[in-house]
């Protein structure tokens, strides 16, 4: 099983500001890897597949980026509907697996 | 416009066993897989599994932790995803949600909370 490692647990950021998420694989998932958008009481929300597609409807400030076992999402210039928690996940074999997730809070 | 919604869930006593309903709309079901996965109080999200689409005749995948107590079933006529938890523990207590998509999830419910107590 492939176990993946968000970093940081916590983001502290104030709206407007650069948020730099980080996810690593504990071996190579290619471009297996989706980002999503978790808000309490909310349907989850894919941001991400392919390691850097954006999926339909998702502003352009969300990109990811990387291959192999370190990727990461970011996020241009934070609004207020983006403090939420952020999770990864590779899809490169089974099982899936799912990173411990980072809360992007505000500052 | 894509919409999934999970249905019951509860508190259910360890042993028991639960079914939960995912009814789709805003696309053709029939041609995608469907998939489930859930997140414990506190924890981050856990794929459980899924089930192909006919043409892929409706095979299954099942995380380690549910296999041969979780079985995914659909009714392509209805627009339904099953999900039959039996011999549930108190580690299966979860929002479970069900997701379109088999590697990747693209639409999403907004969960059912799944109490396993006595």
């Not at chain 1, 928690?85 to 500052?107: A, D, M, R, S």
């Not at chain 2, 066993?17 to 789709?24: D, E, G, I, K, V």
Request: contains cysteine.
């Amino acid at each position: 099983e492939i176990v993946m490692t968000q970093s940081p647990a916590t983001l502290s950021v104030s709206p407007g500001e650069r948020a730099t998420l980080s996810c690593r694989a504990s071996q190579s998932v290619s471009s297996s890897l989706a980002w999503y958008q978790l808000k309490p009481g909310q349907a989850p929300r894919l941001l991400i597949y392919g390691a850097s597609t954006r999926a339909t409807g998702i502003p352009a400030r969300f990109s990811g980026s990387g291959s192999g076992t370190e990727f990461t999402l970011t996020i241009s210039s934070l609004q207020s509907e983006d403090f939420a928690v952020y999770y990864c996940h590779h899809y490169n074999n089974w099982p899936l697996t799912f990173g411990g997730g980072t809360k992007v809070e505000i500052q | 416009e894509v919409q999934l919604v999970e249905s019951g869930g509860g508190l259910v006593q360890p042993g028991r066993s639960l079914r939960l309903s995912c009814t789709a709309s805003g696309f053709t079901f029939g041609d995608y897989a469907m998939s489930w996965l859930r997140q414990a109080p506190g924890k981050g999200l856990e794929w459980v599994g899924f089930i192909r689409s006919k043409p892929y005749g409706e095979t299954t995948e099942y995380a380690a932790s549910v296999k041969g107590r979780f079985t995914f079933s659909r009714d392509d006529s209805k627009s339904v995803a099953y999900l039959q938890m039996n011999s549930l523990t108190t580690e299966d207590t979860a929002v479970y949600y069900c997701a379109r998509g088999r590697i990747y999830f693209d639409y999403w419910g907004q969960g059912t909370l799944v109490t396993v107590s006595s």
